[in-house]
Antibody, heavy 117, light 112 residues
Framework: QVQLVQSGAEVKEPGASVKVSCKAS????????MHWVRHVPGQGLEWMGR????????KYAQKFQGRVTMTRAPSITTVYMDLSDLRSDDTAIYYC??????????WGQGTLVTVSS | DVVMTQSPLSLPVTLGQPASISCRST???????????LTWLHQRPGHSPRRLIY???NRDSGVPDRFSGSGSGTDFTLKISRVEAEDVGVYYC?????????FGQGTKVEIK
């Protein structure tokens, strides 16, 4: 079955960077996309961007342009989301999610990133 | 960006009774390919979201048939015909027609 397993919780200081990984299994990477979505406490869900798993092409939400980088390692069916220049309002649960024809069908378990001095 | 507005934001319901959640978008959600990419998600406390419905009204495998989706254009509805205890949590609508993809604020369903 499809599984998306993410790396563990992180605590970072303001201005630092964080890299979250997501290991996919149970389906083929070929022709697929992966999205990253975050959930800020007390707020709703926010789409951050998408990576094409075949060639690494990316599409980011304007809000995160310049701070987010999404990459993939096809040989180990893993995708990564790197967010730099962290601020306190980046404290959130970050999810990798599988694209399914203009929708999202599977979600990772989430990675809590806490930004605090 | 397309803004998705859900109502109500809080929905106390009685077990066995119906429930309905509205989702409105600031732009029409018909894609140039003719499909409408409106998705409903359910998030139970302490869990990741789970997709219930895609393309307005298509239920995912394993989703009980008490859940149904309807609507068109900018106006969409999720209905639960008879609420069960496991239905508590937050429900989100999401559009995948326009970039960036956007979500509603969420509707919290709880048992009275």
């Amino acid at each position: 079955q499809v599984q998306l397993v993410q790396s563990g919780a992180e605590v970072k200081e303001p201005g630092a960077s964080v890299k979250v990984s997501c290991k996919a299994s149970g389906y083929s990477f070929s022709g697929q996309f992966m999205h990253w979505v975050r959930h800020v406490p007390g707020q709703g869900l926010e789409w951050m961007g998408r990576i094409t798993l075949d060639n690494g092409d990316t599409k980011y939400a304007q809000k995160f342009q310049g701070r987010v980088t999404m990459t993939r390692a096809p040989s180990i069916t893993t995708v990564y989301m790197d967010l730099s220049d962290l601020r306190s309002d980046d404290t959130a649960i970050y999810y990798c999610t599988r694209d399914n024809y203009y929708s999202i069908d599977y979600w990772g378990q989430g990675t809590l990133v806490t930004v605090s001095s | 960006d397309v803004v998705m507005t859900q109502s109500p934001l809080s929905l106390p319901v009685t077990l066995g009774q119906p429930a309905s959640i509205s989702c409105r978008s600031t732009q029409g959600l018909v894609h140039r390919d003719g499909n409408t990419y409106l998705t409903w998600l359910h998030q139970r406390p302490g869990h990741s979201p789970r997709r219930l419905i895609y393309k307005i009204s298509n239920r995912d495998s394993g989703v009980p048939d008490r859940f149904s989706g309807s609507g068109s254009g900018t106006d969409f509805t999720l209905k639960i015909s008879r609420v069960e205890a496991e239905d508590v949590g937050v429900y989100y609508c999401m559009q995948g027609t326009h970039w960036p993809w956007t979500f509603g604020q969420g509707t919290k369903v709880e048992i009275k």
